[in-house]
């Protein structure tokens, strides 16, 4: 069975058809899923649909149970926690305070924990009394990425998680992925940095004008002539 099935997605605001008839499918043994496409062509869209921010038209389903109508809450309960867009920290609170904001929808049965999140960003174990808006960006977005894990997905959706970090800290946040896969979390990964999201994932999915132009394997896609062309400038 497949972990999340996008059948038929259909989204609009107002006139503009943003999502024009998308299927995507994660499965079990999928580690990490990307998503590229240039500006406006409906990532984050889709992404917000998933979560339940956006009415659609079309089935989405997570292990077989279609999320349609459920509330944001109820469908991180079930597992799938979205890192936002432009990390979206508190900026008045503290490293540690913004990553505890992860737990606050949790029961007992947790499995990554602060201690696992500071294992993975040590930068931010010597941060935690830092307030939020005295960070760096690199820093900022390890603790979103922190705070999304300790709401213990089972499938996390990373919205364009590198924008405006230099490429040291991208190879952190690779490094740091690679080690999330390890802990059984699926990732979603939404990016516009083709290269970078090629090496991290199996399985990509292109997005152009609301529709899918091109799926594939990373290894397939990766010398294709569209994508190099497109999204690699080669
Ligand atoms: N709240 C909204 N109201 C009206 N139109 C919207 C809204 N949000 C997005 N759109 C439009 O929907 C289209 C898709 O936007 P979306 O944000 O999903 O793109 P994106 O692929 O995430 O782009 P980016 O890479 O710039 O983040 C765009 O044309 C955008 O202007
Ligand atoms: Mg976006």
């Known amino acids: 069975m497949a972990l999340l099935e996008i059948k038929n997605l259909k989204v ?30 409906g990532k984050s869209t889709l992404v917000n649909a998933i979560t339940g921010m956006l009415n659609y038209e079309g089935d989405i389903l997570f292990n077989g149970e279609s999320l349609k109508g459920l509330s944001t809450k109820k469908i991180v309960k079930k597992g799938i926690v979205q890192c936002p867009e432009r990390r979206h920290l508190f900026d008045y609170m503290s490293v540690k305070e913004n990553l505890l904001l992860g737990t606050y929808n949790l029961g007992k049965d947790r499995f990554i924990t602060l201690d696992t999140v500071y294992d993975l960003f040590p930068r931010l174990k010597d941060r935690e009394n830092q307030i939020a808006y005295t960070l760096s960006g690199g820093e900022a977005q390890m603790v979103a990425v922190g705070r999304s894990l300790l709401a213990n997905p089972k499938l996390l959706i990373l919205d364009e998680p590198t924008l405006g970090l230099a490429p040291i800290i991208r190879n952190h946040l690779a490094e740091a992925l690679e080690k999330i896969k390890k802990h059984n979390v699926k990732i979603l990964l939404v990016e516009q940095n083709v290269k970078w999201s090629f090496d991290i994932s199996e399985y990509v999915y292109v997005l152009r004008e609301g529709k899918i132009s091109k799926s594939g394997t990373s290894k397939e896609l990766r010398n294709d002539e569209e994508i190099r062309k497109h999204f690699l400038g080669v």
């Open 12 to 41: 609009s605001y107002d006139r503009i058809k943003a999502i024009k008839n998308i299927d995507l499918t994660v499965r079990e043994d999928n580690h990490c899923i990307a998503l590229v496409g240039s500006n406006g062509t």
